[in-house]
Each structure stands twice: as C-alpha cells, then as structure tokens.
C-alpha cells in the first residue's frame, strides 16, 4: 500500500478533507489491518513522466506558480507550491501503485484519482491526472501493454476521458452521476450516467450488466479502480443513494471481478466529502480492507 503524509495540505477551510489521507492510515494501523511495513512512500513523478500527459506551457505554470485568477477559480483549490508538490508525488504514487499491482495482483494507493486534470489545465480539485500519469508511465517503460479505468468516483472523469479518447491501449469506463459536475463530459470509452437517487439495487445491476463486458473485450493488463467515496447517500458533493454497505458491495464485485479475469488491480481513492468526515474515512477503509482481503 502506497502513502504518504504529504499528501495532507492545508487548504483552508474547505469541502475537499485533505486530512482523510492521514485518517484513514490512522485507522488501518489501529484496526490491525496493515502495519507500518505495508505502507511504501513513494518519489515524485519526474518531468518526463509528466510530460507524458501535461503540455509543457501547462507544466511551466505549475513550476513558476503562473496561474490567472479565472484559472485558479476553475481549479476550485487554492494554488500553492505543496499543492504542486503534493499533486506531483501524488502522480509518483499511482505509478508505484500500478507497478505493485502489476506484480502482486493488487495494490492500493492511500490517494490519487485526480480524474478531472485535463493535458492543459488543472479544474475541479484536480491539478495532475495522476492515474493517466501513471497509465502512461507503465506502457512507456514496458512493464504493461493495454490498460483500464475503472472510474466509480460520483463525478464523471472528464480529464481521463478526454486524454485517452483515441489511445486504443487504454479504455475508460465512468459510471457516475450524470446531472452533476462535470457540465461537459468528454465521451468514454463506456459512460453511465446514473440519475439522481440512483440507490444501491440499480447501481449494482447497471455495474454488474456493463462492467465485465468491457474488460473481457480489452483485456487490460492492469485497471485502476477508482474507489470513490461520493456516490454515498451522505455525501455533500453526490446526489447518489448508495448505502456504506452497497458501497462496499461495490467494491468487492469490482475488485473479485478482476480478480476473475487476471487483471491486475490498482486502487485509488477519488473522491469523498459526507456530511460526517468519519463516513467518509469509514468507506476508504472498508474499500482497503476489501482489496487486500483483511
């Protein structure tokens, strides 16, 4: 499992809880569920991996901080120098997440799945689409071919969408809230778009009748899963109804239906914002708690 502490920046008073990083690892090591010698911290993306997905312009004002205020506002984070620090490791924790997966079958990252990063701007908390990122990085090393994103989070993945439209080695699969943010969601490879108080039933029957088909059709060596915690009838940024347990149903069929057809697994976090923070910390966990089987 991937972590590290700087991933908690201060943001100010706000609804994304950066803190829930370091909650949910406080929680892992109390409940026994991992130990301090499962958490691997992991270096930062390099320029090149970057690259592979940014545009150097867009590049260049994360490093020199050269941001417009109509920029930062469709970021919707303030900017800063950790953020960009944190956003960059961040990136070289889903690779190194990816990596383990690769070898080990599974592999969970205590972050990532900033979905809403396109190649040239940062926009809804997100500023580097680290699973692209990570995506990208894999293939050009050697260590994987074809890829999947499985894509869970409430909100559609516009970024990831958008940056693998005609990549023929990567599918991208969203299935989310479709009258919610994003206004404008850049086609998939497969969206669904859910309506308002979709609940537990319906969602698992839509996952379940759309999900195996796509991936027994590419056969992925590898699928990020990105595990988010939104769709939660409590949340405040989702208008979904799913239950902490359709949640974790969620979790287990995705992660048992990789299982079923050898591919390997990396978890990513995504999104999360309940009413009651310990909601949201209760989810990630159980989310980790499933993929590794504990």
């Not at 590290?4 to 370091?22: A, N, Q």
């Not at 090393?141 to 080695?169: P, S, W, Y």
């Not at 979904?240 to 057809?261: F, I, N, P, T």
Request: charged share 25%.
């Amino acid at each position: 499992m991937v972590y590290d502490p700087s991933y908690e920046v201060d943001i100010g008073p706000h609804v994304f809880p950066t803190l829930k990083y370091r909650l949910v690892r406080e929680r892992l090591l109390a409940e026994g569920i991992v130990s301090e010698q499962d958490l691997i911290r992991p270096q930062p993306a390099t320029d090149e991996e970057l690259a592979l997905v940014h545009t150097p312009e867009y590049l260049r004002k994360i490093e020199q901080a050269d941001f417009s205020p109509l920029e930062i506002m469709l970021l919707e984070v303030p900017f800063s120098r950790e953020l960009a620090a944190a956003s960059r490791l961040c990136a070289g924790g889903s690779i190194l997440t990816g990596l383990l997966a690769l070898e080990r079958g599974t592999a969970v990252h205590l972050g990532g799945g900033f979905h809403h990063a396109f190649p040239d701007h940062g926009e809804g908390f997100c500023l580097i689409n680290d699973v692209a990122v990570a995506v990208r990085t894999l293939q050009a090393r050697g260590e994987m071919d074809r890829a999947a994103v499985v894509d869970l989070d409430v909100h559609h993945g516009n970024g990831t969408a958008a940056i693998f439209a005609r990549d023929e080695r990567t599918v991208t699969f969203s299935m989310h809230q479709e009258w919610n943010y994003p206004s404008v969601k850049p086609r998939g490879d497969l969206d669904i778009g859910l309506a308002d108080g979709t609940g537990d039933a319906e969602y698992l029957r839509r996952l379940s009748a759309s999900l195996p088909g796509l991936l027994e059709n590419h056969r992925p060596d590898l699928a990020f899963y990105l595990a988010g915690a939104d769709p939660y009838r409590e949340d405040q940024l989702g208008g979904l109804d799913l239950s902490l347990e359709g949640l974790a149903e969620r979790d287990g069929y995705v992660l048992g239906l990789c299982r079923d057809l050898g591919i390997a697994a990396a978890v990513v976090l995504a999104g999360g914002y309940a009413r009651d923070t310990r909601d949201t910390i209760a989810i990630h966990v159980a989310t980790v708690r499933t993929a590794l089987g504990r």
